[in-house]
């Protein structure tokens, strides 16, 4: 079985600068991948990124990076230059592979960007 | 805005009643998955389709069913509808291929029961 945890359930952050959501995961399977999708008050899952557990480089997208430490079983999500419309719901999800798609999501952190 | 399409926008339903949900999927995309999201919680997976057969579904029970079309879209069946069911139900469209590609996810019907 595969759970992802993110523990912090809301974040207030001042534009401009840099946010850093954390997720925790745990799964037995070897191979695995991580996502981070952002849900507007609208509702849709807007991809972020992507990290396979056999990349050895981080992932980046844009202001997007992700830190992946895979002996901690980590995968935070940095946004740099925060802008106001990032504020919005963060979800942290993993699957066993890319195109799977069974994704098990975390319970999400809230991100207000402050002017 | 994504290709996918979610019908109704907003439901209420009774206790007891059975409900359809309607997913159109992305334009080539072949597969598509349900999730059910209960407020300020994170999406459960519900099942996926692909190629019009069920493939892979998480934890719920038999009154949940789908179904998926030859042009790919799909719907979500609930029967005997539950206070607990309500939820945003999102949908996601994909296409399964040896190559990285990307899910879209429709907005999301809003089902609430009472």
């Known amino acids: 079985a595969q759970k992802i945890t993110q523990t912090q359930p809301g974040m207030f952050v001042q534009e401009k600068e840099a946010v850093t959501l954390d997720c925790t995961y745990d799964t037995s399977d070897q191979s695995y991948g991580l996502f981070w999708y952002k849900q507007p008050s609208s509702g849709e899952m807007i991809f972020l990124i992507y990290?396979?557990?056999?990349?050895?480089q981080n992932a980046t997208e844009g202001r997007y990076s992700l830190n992946f430490q895979k002996a901690r079983k980590s995968a935070n999500l940095v946004i740099s230059a925060s802008q106001l419309g990032d504020s919005a719901m963060y979800f942290c999800?993993?699957?066993?592979?890319?195109?799977?798609?069974?994704?098990?999501f975390g319970a999400g952190t809230t991100v207000t960007v402050r002017a | 805005e994504t290709g996918v399409t979610q019908s109704p926008t907003h439901l209420i339903k009774t206790r007891g009643q059975q409900v359809t949900l309607r997913c159109s999927s992305q334009?080539?995309?072949?597969?598509v998955s349900w999730y059910q999201q209960a407020l300020g919680q994170g999406p459960q997976f519900i099942f996926q389709?692909?190629?019009?057969?069920?493939?892979g579904r998480g934890n719920f029970p038999p009154r949940f069913s789908g179904l998926q079309f030859p042009n790919y879209s799909s719907e979500l069946n609930v029967n005997a509808l539950e206070l607990d069911d309500s939820a945003l139900y999102l949908c996601a469209s994909s296409l399964k291929t040896d190559m990285n590609t990307e899910a879209f996810f429709g907005q999301g019907t809003r089902l609430t029961v009472v």
């Open positions: 334009s080539g995309h072949n597969t």
């Open positions: 389709y692909y190629r019009e057969e069920e493939n």
């Open positions: 990290q396979g557990s056999y990349d050895e």
């Open positions: 999800a993993m699957s066993k592979r890319r195109n799977d798609y069974k994704l098990s």
